[in-house]
């Protein structure tokens, strides 16, 4: 059964075009092609570089934080409170205002003191802004690094500027050794996020980043099986340009540097929109949907890809809406308020909101008491 399985999954014509075998994939002596096996260096590339995040942003990232004066807000602890602390893992951080009531009955406490707890008790599970710096700056640093090695990979390669030559003489294209370590080290980065997923700042499109993660690990390593290598350094490559932008956005929002920050956010706009909803799918999805139907006919491997390449696209209009959204209020706030993907933190206390109600009844108070004193 076993042998089956490996014969079906490994049948030809899933991944190759007709009159296409593996024999003529085998290396020659002027020819290395890609091999499955090869997919395994991505592993021990994700553990080194989740070791070398940590020593980044421990040596790196912290003191960088310190310099530009990053502090993490002070918190007041929830208190102690079985109950609460209970129905909080077990049930629901989000109260309903019913549930409340209930809460109310069972701890013999005030509706207010309930809600705050549970603000208190939600902001505590947050990361700090210190948290969110260093894995900002990590982030940061790899695109930089790779869209760079990528630039160097690809300037000189006829398919970066004639994107009908990605299919010449396909699949019998030979791996280049810059091609191998680029593929290497990007798989082995959205591995070592998958890795992480579960210790990283959580944000509201948590769900579609391990979408995103994955259907990027299926893209590279099904182009690899197959040879579509010279069209994943060029999806891999556009999809890094903006990726650093975001992240640097960040670093400067964070450090409260909002001249720049504003900035940034606009190229970045402007480069997401350019590279995610303009060349991705008019140049890069149509070179793979209708040069290869030049060459040879439709497989499973032409329709697998492509549908992958969909799939990335439907998450690009996803968060194109958001950063529209952020556009929105930035043009009208003439701020930004931070990633609309981020969990906010919330007022942990009603301290602010009390003192607030008191000045303004002390001072509708005082108006009253000035308005009749002038009229007499």
Same mark, same amino acid.
């Not at 500027?161 to 980065?189: C, H, I, N, R």
């Given at each position: 059964m076993l042998q089956t399985i490996k014969d079906w999954l490994w049948w030809e014509r899933l991944w190759l075009p007709e009159k296409v075998s593996w024999a003529d994939l085998q290396d020659k002596e002027d020819r290395t092609y890609a091999k499955a096996s090869q997919l395994y260096a991505a592993v021990p590339c994700a553990l080194c570089l989740l070791v070398?995040?940590? $020593?980044?942003? !421990?040596?790196?990232?912290? %003191? +960088?934080?310190?310099? +530009?004066? =990053? !502090?993490?807000?002070?918190?007041l602890t929830a208190e102690e409170n079985p109950t609460l602390e209970k129905y909080f893992y077990s049930q629901t951080r989000n109260p309903s205002?019913?549930?409340?009531?209930?809460?109310?009955?069972?701890?013999?406490?005030?509706?207010?003191?309930?809600?705050?707890?549970?603000?208190?008790?939600?902001?505590?599970?947050?990361?700090?802004?210190r948290k969110r710096f260093c894995e900002a700056s990590w982030r940061c640093g790899f695109y930089l690094c790779?869209?760079?090695?990528?630039?160097?990979?690809?300037?000189d390669k006829p398919w970066f500027?004639?994107?009908?030559?990605?299919?010449?003489?396909? %699949?019998?294209?030979? #791996? +280049?050794?810059?091609?191998?370590?680029?593929?290497?080290?990007?798989?082995?980065?959205y591995l070592s996020l998958l890795l992480s997923l579960t210790f990283d700042v959580k944000r509201k499109d948590f769900k579609e980043q391990v979408i995103h993660h994955v259907a990027t690990m299926t893209l590279l390593s099904?182009?690899?099986?197959?040879?579509?290598?010279?069209?994943?350094?060029?999806? #891999?490559?556009?999809?890094?340009?903006?990726?650093?932008?975001?992240?640097?956005?960040?670093?400067?929002?964070y450090a409260k540097w909002e001249q720049t920050a504003n900035v940034m956010f606009v190229i970045f706009t402007i480069v997401f929109m350019v590279t995610r909803l303009v060349i991705f799918p008019f140049? $890069? =999805?149509?070179?793979?949907?209708?040069? %290869?139907?030049?060459?040879?006919? %439709?497989?499973?491997?032409?329709?697998?890809?492509? =549908?992958?390449?969909?799939?990335?696209? =439907? +998450?690009?209009?996803?968060?194109?809406f958001l950063i529209?959204?952020?556009?929105?209020?930035?043009?009208?706030?003439?701020? $930004?308020?931070?990633?609309v993907r981020s969990d906010e933190e919330e007022d942990d206390s009603d301290s602010q909101k009390n003192i607030k109600h008191k000045m303004n009844h002390i001072n509708?108070?005082?108006?009253?008491?000035?308005? !009749?004193?002038?009229g007499h």
């Open positions: 070398v995040r940590y $020593l980044f942003e !421990r040596y790196l990232a912290t %003191p +960088l934080a310190n310099a +530009l004066g =990053i !502090r993490d807000k002070v918190r205002q019913a549930d409340v009531r209930s809460l109310c009955k069972k701890t013999g406490w005030p509706e207010r003191r309930v809600e705050v707890w549970f603000r208190r008790k939600r902001n505590q599970d947050r990361p700090g802004l790779a869209f760079l090695g990528g630039l160097l990979a690809l300037y500027y004639d994107l009908k030559e990605v299919w010449a003489e396909f %699949p019998k294209q030979s #791996m +280049l050794p810059s091609q191998y370590w680029y593929y290497t080290l990007e798989m082995g980065f099904f182009s690899w099986i197959s040879n579509y290598i010279r069209i994943g350094t060029l999806v #891999m490559a556009v999809h890094d340009s903006s990726d650093i932008l975001l992240e640097g956005g960040k670093l400067f929002n140049w $890069l =999805i149509h070179c793979t949907w209708v040069y %290869p139907l030049e060459r040879f006919d %439709p497989f499973f491997g032409y329709y697998f890809f492509n =549908i992958m390449l969909m799939v990335l696209q =439907i +998450l690009h209009v996803y968060w194109a529209t959204r952020m556009a929105y209020k930035f043009v009208f706030s003439k701020q $930004l308020d931070g990633d509708g108070a005082m108006n009253g008491a000035r308005d !009749r004193a002038n």
